[in-house]
């Protein structure tokens, strides 16, 4: 603040009324602190009086997910929760909803309250504006997607994996007309999941330009108009693979509207409660958000308890949970 003050040429009560939004400061003179504060990326402790009071720490750390509407992020803020509960650490979780501004204005968000630590779903294309973070030994876990221009802990799903492993068993059920249904390309865990599912169609001799892979479906009603006009074209596939929960809800509710629920294969990435109480059963590649969760609040723990060794990337195996769907032979 006294860096501020003296670029604008004002006093450090001038910065604060400003900073705070007060009356009695010129529009001139605001702005002049403003321009100051953009300068020198100042942002307004807002727990600055608590930290002189207590020490350092605020007990609480950001948590930043896809989405807290969706299943897959739920269980993982309630297991993270469940781990920090005990230590009197709060959870201040937003929804990143894959948009790389809010991932940034997030993050600043958290900074501001000077959290203990960040435990990130990300989607920008580098977190290298991290760097003065870590620099200054915040503790940073990363899950789902690993951060691009930064070392730290991620916790993470082998996705190429699991989606090979989807693959390979719908082959195994005599199936050679698949088709693909991915989220965005810019989300990193879409992009290696489509290219586990088609290499490993490609190793079991299949031509993978015959396979239809449409991208960029983000929620159900997209996944279910893309289903819907692969089902109704001239040569429809004897197998889907849905490459997240959202988009499989789209392919059963499109496989529901042609009739052809017990006719075609569907093999869908993320598990979901009551996937065995519909008929037949949805086969998934289930991914554990629960022990994601757990494995990340372990990982911030050691971080803040002052654990400085290589950051490092831990998976967390996916699972092959059969129920049905994706055991349908093909009917030609």
Do not use: C, W
């Amino acid at each position: 603040m006294r860096h501020v003050a003296a670029l604008a040429g004002v006093g450090i009560k001038t910065v604060s009324r400003v900073m705070n939004d007060e009356p009695g400061v010129s529009e001139a003179t605001r702005q002049r602190v403003l321009q100051a504060t953009e300068q020198l990326n100042y942002e307004l402790d807002l727990n600055a009086g608590n930290l002189r009071r207590t020490g350092r720490r605020t007990q609480s750390i950001g948590l930043l997910l896809p989405s807290v509407a969706n299943p897959f992020s739920g269980e993982i803020h309630r297991a993270i929760e469940d781990a920090l509960a005990p230590r009197g650490i709060a959870v201040f979780a937003s929804s990143l909803d894959d948009d790389a501004d809010r991932e940034r204005a997030l993050v600043s968000a958290f900074l501001r309250r000077r959290v203990d630590g960040l435990v990130l779903t990300i989607i920008a294309r580098s977190q290298a504006y991290l760097m003065p973070e870590t620099a200054r030994q915040l503790p940073l876990v990363f899950i789902d997607r690993e951060p691009v221009g930064l070392d730290a802990d991620a916790v993470v799903t082998d996705n190429a994996e699991g989606a090979a492993t989807a693959a390979r068993h719908l082959l195994r059920h005599g199936h050679r007309k698949l088709a693909y249904l991915g989220d965005r390309p810019d989300i990193q865990t879409a992009r290696e999941r489509r290219r586990g599912f088609l290499e490993a169609l490609g190793h079991e001799g299949i031509a993978t330009s015959t396979i239809p892979a449409v991208d960029g479906l983000h929620d159900e009603e997209s996944a279910r108009q893309a289903a819907l006009a692969l089902l109704q074209s001239e040569d429809p596939p004897t197998a889907i693979f849905s490459s997240q929960n959202l988009v499989t809800f789209g392919a059963m509710r499109a496989l529901r509207e042609t009739g052809r629920g017990h006719e075609v294969a569907l093999v869908g990435f993320d598990d979901f409660k009551l996937a065995d109480m519909v008929e037949p059963g949805i086969t998934v590649i289930a991914q554990h958000p629960d022990r994601i969760g757990a494995k990340a609040a372990e990982r911030i723990l050691a971080r803040i308890d002052g654990d400085r060794e290589p950051a490092e990337r831990y998976v967390v195996p996916s699972e092959l949970i059969v129920r049905g769907s994706g055991e349908i032979p093909p009917a030609n």
